[in-house]
């Protein structure tokens, strides 16, 4: 489903100097595979998260995604590509406040180019026990509500991955548990595969498959 082959990302600092960030040999995920990736802070995971996502490209290197590599696409065709294939739950969420929680999945939809689907976005809604939130706007929902939405909405095109940025940073204690459930719950449903960012250990020991980014990312110098 996912493969990563020789990939290789360095920033520019002010100075002009290079900062290498990724340097990765391989790194594979199977289909309907559900695995985390852990790292420290700084470590170069959420640029990895966007190389897979097609928000930024690597300077050399493979990101096959369902048997397409994406490196070989215009921004255009990468954001074509990531609506079609690709679910992204952000840690801030990324809402539209002015829509009420069916019309911010249904518009996740239409970024793909298809005509929104109202049925599949309130059983989405429903699946992840907001049947009775549909109407209201982010303002009017609590924070666990909020990032359940956005579950919904990374869900709502059927993609092949799910990419999870710390889906629980945000989320109060008592909520934690109840998205890490969703979002696996879901997925597994659905046959799509996951990769989960997190930095709690008691997240991580869910999985069967965790991995660190330090242990296959060969670069010294941290973001």
């Known amino acids: 489903m ?3 082959q020789d990939v290789h990302k360095t920033f520019r600092e002010p100075d002009g100097s ?5 340097s990765i040999k391989e790194f594979r995920v199977a289909a309907a595979e559900q695995a985390v990736l852990m790292g420290r802070s700084g470590s170069g995971k959420t640029t990895l998260l966007h190389i897979i996502a097609g928000i930024s490209r690597p300077d050399s290197g493979v990101v096959r995604i369902d048997g397409h590599d994406i490196t070989s696409l215009s921004e255009a065709g990468r954001d ?12 801030t ?14 518009l996740g939809m239409s970024f793909a180019g298809g005509r929104p689907d109202a049925a599949r976005a309130r059983r989405l809604l429903e699946r992840v ?12 929902l609590s924070v666990g509500e909020q990032q359940r939405v956005a ?26 548990q109840q998205i890490v459930d969703l979002i696996r ?12 960012v997190t930095h709690a250990s008691e997240v991580a020991e869910q999985f069967n498959r965790v991995d660190r980014l330090e242990d296959f990312n060969c ?3 941290t973001v």
């Open 151 to 176: 579950v919904a909405r990374a869900l709502a095109n059927r993609p092949k991955l799910l990419l999870a940025d710390e889906p629980t940073a945000n989320v109060d204690s008592g909520h934690q």
């Open 18 to 22: 290079a900062l290498p960030i990724l």
């Open 219 to 221: 670069v010294e110098a």
């Open 185 to 196: 719950q879901t997925c597994q449903e659905e046959n799509v595969a996951l990769l989960l």
């Open 2 to 4: 996912l493969l990563l």
């Open 80 to 91: 074509r590509f990531r609506a079609d294939k690709i679910g992204y739950v952000f840690q």
């Open 129 to 140: 026990q907001l049947k009775h939130r549909l109407t209201h706007r982010p303002a009017m």
């Open 93 to 106: 969420f990324n809402l539209l406040p002015g829509f009420s929680a069916l019309e911010n999945v249904m």
